[in-house]
C-alpha cells in the first residue's frame, strides 16, 4: 500500500492590490522625510557647513546605485522575499537563512526607532501645547496596536492611510519652509548649494555622508509589496527610483530653507534642538503647532511602510522554509497576520525594554544604530550577487554598467557610513554593537547549516515563488 503525499500550495498575497502611484507613495511615507530630516540636519549641517545640501544631493545618487541591485533583481524575478530571496537564489540555501535572519533582526531592532519617536514626539505634543503630561511608553503601544490593526486589514487600506498621512505631512513641510523663506527674505541665497562652499572640503562631506545616506533607508522597503503590485516588474523598480528623487528634492528644499532661516549660521543650527521645527515655530507662531503635526504623520505613515514591507519579507522566508513555519499565516484579507503581529510586538517590546533607562530619542538612536548594520551588510550582500546572478541565470540581459560596475560602485560608497558604525572607540554602548552583530552572525550561519541540512530541497525553495506568475 502507497500513501500518496498531498501538495499543499503556499500562502499567497492577494494580487493586483497597488497600482505605481500606491507604491510611490508607501516608499515616500516609509522614509519619513519629516521625521528624518528633524533629526539629522543638525549635525549633518555642523560636518558639511552651508552646503550641507550638496552631501544630501551626493547621498542621493549613492543610495541610486545602492538600490540598483534591488532594482534590476525585482525585473527578472519580483519576489515578497526581496533581498533574502534574491540572494538566495545567488548563493544558496545558507545564505538566504542567514539573510532572512540577519533582516529580521535589523528590522525588528531599527523599527524600534520609530516607535520610540512616535511615542516622544506625540508626547511632546501633548505636553507643548495642550499642558497635559502622558507616558510616551503608553502613546506608542496605543499607536502601534493601531498601526498593527490597519496593515493587518488589508494592504490597501493601509496604504491608503500611508498616503493620507504622508501628503497632510509634505503639505505642512511646503508650508513651514515657504514661512521661513518669505519672513527672511532678506537673507534669500543659493550658496548653499555651491559644492565650494563644503566645510573643510572631501572631509566635511565625508563626515556628513553617513548621516545623508541614512535619510533615505526607508525607500527600498516597498520592494517585498510586489506580490500585490500590478505589473510590479515595472512599477516597483519605477516607483523606487521616483521615491528616491522625489524625497532627495523635498530634503533639498528643507535645507534650504532651514539654513536661510538661520541666516547661514552653522553654529546655530547645530545648537538648536530641531533646527527646523524651532525655525518654523519662529515664524508660524499660534500655528506653529503644524510643524510638530509633521513630524507625528511622518513618522505614523513611516511605521506603516515599514510593518508592510518588512513583515512581508519574515512571512515570505517563513513561506519558503527559512524561518518557523507560523510565520507564513495569512487571515481572510490575504495579509501576513503571523509576521505582522510577530514583528511588531517583539519591535515594542525591545522599544519599551530600552526606553526605560534613557529617553525616547536616545532609546531610538540606539535602537537605530545597532538594526541598521546587519541591514547594511545585506545591501552589500546583495551588490555582490548581482553581477554573478546575471552572469548565471540572465547572460543575454548582462549589461556592465547596470549589473557590474553600477554594483561595484554601491558597494564602495556603502562602505564609509558602514564603517562609521563599527569603528573603535566609539562611547558605550554603540562599542559592544559589531560585537552583538558578529555572535549574532556566528549563530545564524550554524542555524542555516542545520536547517539546510535537515531540508535537502530547501534551495530549490528559497526565491521559488514569483509574484506574477
Given at each position: 500500500?502507497?500513501?500518496?503525499?498531498i501538495?499543499?500550495?503556499p500562502?499567497?498575497?492577494?494580487?493586483?492590490?497597488?497600482?505605481?502611484?500606491?507604491?510611490?507613495?508607501?516608499?515616500?511615507a516609509?522614509?519619513?522625510?519629516?521625521?528624518?530630516?528633524f533629526?539629522?540636519f543638525?549635525?549633518i549641517?555642523?560636518?558639511?557647513?552651508?552646503?550641507?545640501?550638496?552631501?544630501?544631493?551626493v547621498?542621493?545618487i549613492?543610495?541610486?546605485?545602492?538600490?540598483?541591485?534591488?532594482?534590476?533583481?525585482?525585473k527578472?524575478?519580483?519576489?515578497t522575499?526581496?533581498?533574502?530571496?534574491?540572494?538566495?537564489?545567488?548563493?544558496?540555501?545558507?545564505?538566504?537563512a542567514?539573510?532572512?535572519?540577519?533582516?529580521?533582526f535589523?528590522?525588528?531592532?531599527?523599527?524600534?526607532y520609530?516607535?520610540?519617536?512616535?511615542?516622544?514626539w506625540t508626547?511632546?505634543?501633548?505636553?507643548t501645547?495642550?499642558?497635559?503630561?502622558?507616558?510616551?511608553?503608553?502613546i506608542?503601544?496605543v499607536?502601534v496596536a493601531?498601526?498593527?490593526?490597519l496593515?493587518?486589514?488589508?494592504?490597501?487600506?493601509?496604504?491608503?492611510?500611508?498616503?493620507?498621512?504622508?501628503?497632510?505631512?509634505?503639505?505642512?513641510?511646503?508650508?513651514a519652509?515657504?514661512?521661513?523663506?518669505i519672513?527672511?527674505?532678506?537673507?534669500?541665497?543659493?550658496g548653499?548649494?555651491?559644492?565650494?562652499?563644503?566645510?573643510?572640503g572631501l572631509?566635511?562631506?565625508?563626515?556628513?555622508?553617513?548621516?545623508?545616506?541614512?535619510?533615505?533607508i526607508?525607500?527600498?522597503n516597498?520592494a517585498p509589496?510586489?506580490?500585490?503590485?500590478?505589473?510590479?516588474?515595472?512599477?516597483?523598480?519605477?516607483?523606487?527610483?521616483?521615491?528616491?528623487?522625489?524625497?532627495?528634492?523635498?530634503?533639498?528644499?528643507m535645507?534650504?530653507a532651514?539654513?536661510?532661516?538661520?541666516?547661514?549660521?552653522?553654529?546655530?543650527i547645530g545648537?538648536?534642538s530641531?533646527?527646523?521645527?524651532?525655525?518654523?515655530?519662529?515664524?508660524?507662531?499660534g500655528?506653529?503647532?503644524?510643524?510638530?503635526?509633521a513630524?507625528?504623520?511622518?513618522t505614523?505613515?513611516?511605521?506603516i511602510?515599514?510593518?508592510?514591507g518588512?513583515?512581508?519579507?519574515i512571512?515570505?522566508?517563513?513561506?519558503?522554509?527559512?524561518?518557523p513555519?507560523?510565520?507564513?499565516r495569512?487571515g481572510k484579507?490575504?495579509?501576513?497576520?503571523?509576521?505582522?503581529?510577530?514583528y511588531?510586538?517583539?519591535?515594542?517590546?525591545?522599544?519599551?525594554?530600552?526606553?526605560?533607562?534613557v529617553?525616547?530619542?536616545a532609546?531610538a538612536?540606539i535602537?537605530a544604530?545597532?538594526?541598521?548594520?546587519p541591514?547594511?551588510?545585506?545591501y552589500?550582500?546583495?551588490?555582490?550577487?548581482l553581477?554573478?546572478?546575471?552572469?548565471?541565470?540572465?547572460?543575454?540581459l548582462?549589461?556592465?554598467?547596470?549589473?557590474l560596475i553600477?554594483p561595484?560602485?554601491g558597494?564602495?560608497?556603502?562602505?564609509?557610513p558602514?564603517?562609521?558604525?563599527?569603528?573603535p572607540?566609539?562611547?558605550?554602548?554603540?562599542?559592544?554593537?559589531?560585537?552583538?552583530?558578529l555572535v549574532?552572525?556566528?549563530?545564524?550561519?550554524?542555524?542555516?547549516?542545520?536547517?539546510s541540512?535537515?531540508?535537502?530541497d530547501?534551495g530549490e525553495?528559497?526565491?521559488?515563488i514569483i509574484?506574477?506568475?
Amino acid at each position: 500500500m502507497t500513501v500518496e503525499r498531498i501538495k499543499v500550495e503556499p500562502a499567497r498575497l492577494k494580487k493586483g492590490e497597488l497600482g505605481l502611484g500606491d507604491i510611490v507613495s508607501a516608499a515616500l511615507a516609509n522614509t519619513a522625510p519629516a521625521m528624518s530630516f528633524f533629526f539629522s540636519f543638525g549635525v549633518i549641517a555642523l560636518a558639511a557647513g552651508i552646503a550641507s545640501p550638496i552631501a544630501i544631493a551626493v547621498a542621493a545618487i549613492v543610495v541610486l546605485m545602492k538600490i540598483n541591485s534591488l532594482m534590476e533583481f525585482t525585473k527578472v524575478i519580483p519576489s515578497t522575499g526581496s533581498y533574502i530571496s534574491y540572494i538566495g537564489r545567488t548563493f544558496g540555501a545558507v545564505a538566504g537563512a542567514m539573510t532572512a535572519l540577519a533582516l529580521t533582526f535589523g528590522y525588528i531592532v531599527a523599527v524600534g526607532y520609530v516607535m520610540a519617536v512616535l511615542g516622544g514626539w506625540t508626547a511632546t505634543i501633548f505636553q507643548t501645547f495642550f499642558s497635559i503630561n502622558l507616558p510616551w511608553q503608553l502613546i506608542s503601544l496605543v499607536l502601534v496596536a493601531f498601526v498593527g490593526f490597519l496593515v493587518i486589514r488589508g494592504v490597501r487600506i493601509s496604504t491608503k492611510w500611508a498616503v493620507v498621512t504622508f501628503l497632510f505631512e509634505l503639505i505642512l513641510i511646503v508650508v513651514a519652509g515657504v514661512a521661513m523663506l518669505i519672513a527672511n527674505a532678506g537673507h534669500l541665497t543659493f550658496g548653499m548649494f555651491n559644492p565650494m562652499q563644503i566645510k573643510n572640503g572631501l572631509s566635511g562631506l565625508g563626515l556628513a555622508f553617513p548621516l545623508a545616506v541614512f535619510l533615505f533607508i526607508g525607500v527600498g522597503n516597498p520592494a517585498p509589496m510586489v506580490e500585490e503590485a500590478r505589473n510590479p516588474r515595472k512599477s516597483v523598480p519605477l516607483a523606487i527610483v521616483i521615491s528616491t528623487v522625489s524625497v532627495a528634492v523635498i530634503y533639498l528644499f528643507m535645507a534650504w530653507a532651514t539654513t536661510i532661516a538661520y541666516h547661514d549660521n552653522i553654529a546655530q543650527i547645530g545648537a538648536a534642538s530641531v533646527p527646523f521645527v524651532d525655525a518654523g515655530v519662529k515664524v508660524l507662531g499660534g500655528a506653529g503647532i503644524l510643524v510638530y503635526l509633521a513630524g507625528f504623520t511622518s513618522t505614523f505613515a513611516s511605521l506603516i511602510g515599514a510593518t508592510n514591507g518588512q513583515a512581508r519579507m519574515i512571512f515570505s522566508a517563513a513561506r519558503e522554509g527559512l524561518l518557523p513555519a507560523f510565520l507564513a499565516r495569512v487571515g481572510k484579507g490575504q495579509t501576513p497576520w503571523a509576521a505582522i503581529v510577530f514583528y511588531l510586538c517583539i519591535g515594542l517590546t525591545i522599544t519599551l525594554i530600552w526606553g526605560t533607562a534613557v529617553t525616547p530619542l536616545a532609546a531610538a538612536g540606539i535602537m537605530a544604530t545597532l538594526g541598521t548594520i546587519p541591514v547594511v551588510l545585506v545591501y552589500l550582500t546583495l551588490n555582490v550577487a548581482l553581477p554573478i546572478y546575471y552572469l548565471r541565470e540572465e547572460r543575454t540581459l548582462f549589461r556592465p554598467w547596470r549589473h557590474l560596475i553600477v554594483p561595484f560602485l554601491g558597494t564602495v560608497a556603502m562602505i564609509l557610513p558602514l564603517w562609521g558604525m563599527i569603528q573603535p572607540g566609539q562611547p558605550a554602548p554603540y562599542n559592544l554593537f559589531p560585537y552583538i552583530v558578529l555572535v549574532y552572525l556566528i549563530l545564524s550561519a550554524v542555524y542555516a547549516r542545520v536547517l539546510s541540512a535537515r531540508n535537502p530541497d530547501l534551495g530549490e525553495r528559497v526565491g521559488s515563488i514569483i509574484a506574477d506568475e
